[in-house]
């Protein structure tokens, strides 16, 4: 059996941002099903009023969820490459990554709560923030001790 060709470091790279951004999307549809909305930074609103807590948590948990998918992400597409991740781990992870797309596509289907306007710069901003987020991730995963 010849030995695994490990994939370059930016395909990698690429690959764990590509899935930390669809996670934090995934992560804020859900959310705005659960009233975590990221959208109400744009609302009007009393200027005096701070920004809901509940933005707040939903930026907190887009960011954290891209950075730790990208982290992930990268480890385990750089084992896989190297044929240190076994058959049946690659099978379950792909599984998860099915189902948990799958949830956020039916939550999104249904009408959107938010203003046309905020929901579309919520929508940017949680790509942005998974795409970001999830290449520190990555980077940190991959750096040469």
Do not use: E
Request: with cysteine; proline share 7%.
């Amino acid at each position: 059996m010849n030995p695994a060709t490990p994939f370059p470091r930016h395909l990698i790279l690429a690959g764990a941002a590509l899935s930390g951004m669809l996670l934090a999307l995934a992560i804020h549809i859900l959310g705005q099903r659960l009233g975590l909305d990221l959208g109400a930074l744009w609302q009007p609103g009393d200027p005096r009023v701070p920004v809901p807590a509940r933005a707040a948590l939903a930026w907190w948990l887009m960011a954290m969820a891209g950075f730790a998918s990208g982290h992930v992400a990268a480890t385990l597409m750089d084992r896989a490459s190297s044929g240190r991740i076994s058959r049946r781990m690659r099978h379950l992870l792909i599984g998860l990554g099915v189902v948990a797309l799958a949830a956020a596509g039916q939550a999104a289907a249904a009408p959107s709560a938010a203003p046309r306007l905020a929901g579309v710069l919520a929508g940017l901003t949680a790509l942005c923030l998974g795409a970001t987020m999830a290449f520190c991730g990555a980077y940190f995963a991959l750096r040469k001790p």
